[in-house]
């Protein structure tokens, strides 16, 4: 498989993924912000952190589920959608925005 290099659009596009990533982030409850850095740690956890993941998780049947804002989902939804648009009219691969600094 050839790899086609990335352009200046890719680099917007993944600096606006990221942008509305990190705005979704910053606005989250800290609950929320809690669940993910309990699914982080079971990455080489331990069974205690099984046991938080599980309590803090958004799909466990007793936990509210996360809230994102609707102009933050749509806002990252977008993105999205302009970095699949570029990929398949290029050819190229939008990377993350660590790759491109």
């Given at each position: 498989m050839?790899?086609?290099?990335?352009?200046?659009?890719?680099r917007?596009?993944?600096?606006e993924?990221?942008?509305?990533?990190?705005d979704a982030w910053?606005s989250?409850?800290?609950?929320?912000?809690?669940?993910?850095?309990a699914v982080?740690?079971?990455?080489?956890?331990t069974?205690?952190?099984?046991?938080?993941?599980?309590?803090?998780s958004?799909?466990?049947?007793?936990?509210?589920?996360?809230?994102?804002?609707?102009?933050?989902h749509?806002?990252i939804s977008?993105?999205y959608?302009k970095?699949?648009?570029?990929?398949?009219?290029?050819?190229?691969?939008v990377?993350?925005v660590?790759e491109?600094?």
């Open positions: 050839k790899i086609i290099p990335a352009c200046e659009e890719c917007a596009i993944a600096l993924i990221a942008a509305a990533r990190a910053d989250a409850d800290q609950r929320t912000k809690d669940a993910w850095d982080y740690r079971l990455i080489g956890g069974e205690e952190d099984v046991d938080r993941a599980q309590r803090l958004p799909y466990s049947s007793n936990a509210e589920p996360p809230r994102i804002p609707e102009r933050l749509r806002r977008l993105a959608e970095k699949f648009r570029h990929e398949a009219e290029t050819g190229h691969n990377r993350p660590s491109y600094c």
